[in-house]
T-cell receptor
Framework: DTAVSQTPKYLVTQMGNDKSIKCEQN?????MYWYKQDSKKFLKIMFS???????INETVPNRFSPKSPDKAHLNLHINSLELGDSAVYFC????????????FGSGTRLTVV | AQTVTQSQPEMSVQEAETVTLSCTYD???????LFWYKQPPSRQMILVIR??????QNATENRFSVNFQKAAKSFSLKISDSQLGDAAMYFC?????????FGKGTSLLVTP
């Protein structure tokens, strides 16, 4: 019973393509997040949704569009992929302002060629 | 805004020895929480330990403990009796609002 599951785990695609990464959590959390981990392992928040509403939208190109159909799902759609989008993308969930920390998915390694 | 700084890109420790990973942070919040996450080569993010800023007592989880110095805004992680399985990237993180902010990580090598 995976708590936060992301699909796919690996994604290789050509420049200019559009791709989506899906995320689902079964923990009953009300907040979900997308993080990007670059080649130097730095983790940076991209988006955060609380009860399907966007509450954090960091400086991210508008080619990235999150969508939250319900509290348990947060998908990430990326248009016109560029080489610099290659990274590992992590989904996470928590209760808002939870002291217990976040639960992370296993990550999606995106490679743009 | 918060910033989290890990000044040690790499650390090395021998099996069974003790190692301390450093972390400092900057925040204007009065209520916040601090975390250490471990990321092994499998890339899974694993919560190691957490600390509520309002608690003076340092958190401990088995071989892992923290030294929380609130006035100095310092939050170091001590790993005792190091094991080969402790080899990983370790990230310090702070949360006082709507997201975790991470440091750049420390790569820990454990040698036999």
């Amino acid at each position: 019973d995976t708590a936060v599951s992301q699909t796919p785990k690996y994604l290789v695609t050509q420049m200019g393509n559009d791709k989506s990464i899906k995320c689902e959590q079964n923990l009953g959390h009300d907040t979900m997040y997308w993080y990007k981990q670059d080649s130097k392992k730095f983790l940076k928040i991209m988006f955060s949704y609380n009860n399907k509403e966007l509450i954090i939208n960091e400086t991210v190109p508008n080619r990235f569009s999150p969508k939250s159909p319900d509290k348990a799902h947060l998908n990430l759609h990326i248009n016109s992929l560029e080489l610099g989008d290659s990274a590992v993308y992590f989904c996470a969930s928590s209760h808002l302002r939870d002291t217990g920390g976040y639960t992370f998915g296993s990550g999606t390694r995106l490679t743009v060629v | 805004a918060q910033t989290v700084t890990q000044s040690q890109p790499e650390m090395s420790v021998q099996e069974a020895e003790t190692v301390t990973l450093s972390c400092t942070y900057d925040t204007s919040e009065s209520d916040y929480y601090l975390f250490w996450y471990k990321q092994p080569p499998s890339r899974q993010m694993i919560l190691v330990i957490r600390q509520e800023a309002y608690k003076q007592q340092n958190a401990t989880e088995n071989r892992f403990s923290v030294n929380f110095q609130k006035a100095a805004k310092s939050f170091s992680l001590k790993i005792s009796d190091s094991q080969l399985g402790d080899a990983a990237m370790y990230f310090c993180a702070a949360n006082s609002g709507y997201a975790l902010n991470f440091g750049k990580g420390t790569s820990l090598l454990v040698t036999p």
